[in-house]
Every structure is written in structure tokens, then in C-alpha cells.
């Protein structure tokens, strides 16, 4: 009986804790909602390069993808 009720506390302890995305202490959600021009504010160089030249077709399908959730 002790182990039935040992198995069961076992199952609820175990649920799945996800970690939460944050990039420069921006949470997912925050950089989903921004704007392209403040969205690229906190990224080096580089990637400010790349969304000023355009991105590409994957680049964008993922951004859209991303914030339809």
C-alpha cells in the first residue's frame, strides 16, 4: 500500500519543468510582439547587418512561424 502511494507522489513530482527562452534578458514572448526596429536593437553587428539587408526565405519563415503561438 506504502509503495503504491510512494509511486503515485513520484508521478505528480515529475512533471516536466520547460526553461524559459531569454536572450539579454528579453523573454521570447517580449521579442515576438516587438517591432523589427527594436527587435534588432539588442543584437551585435552582424545580425542588425543581416535584418537591414533583408532576410532570407527559412529566416522568415521561422519568425512567422514562431509568432503565430
Known sequence: MVHVETEVASKLMKRRMFKKFSFRGVDLD???DMPTEELIK??????????Q?????KTMALIKKLSKR
Do not use: D, E, S, V
Not at 42 to 51: E, K, L, V
Open 30 to 32: 517580449a521579442f515576438l
Open 42 to 51: 539588442p543584437f551585435h553587428a552582424q545580425a542588425r547587418r543581416r535584418f
Open 53 to 57: 539587408r533583408g532576410l532570407k526565405r
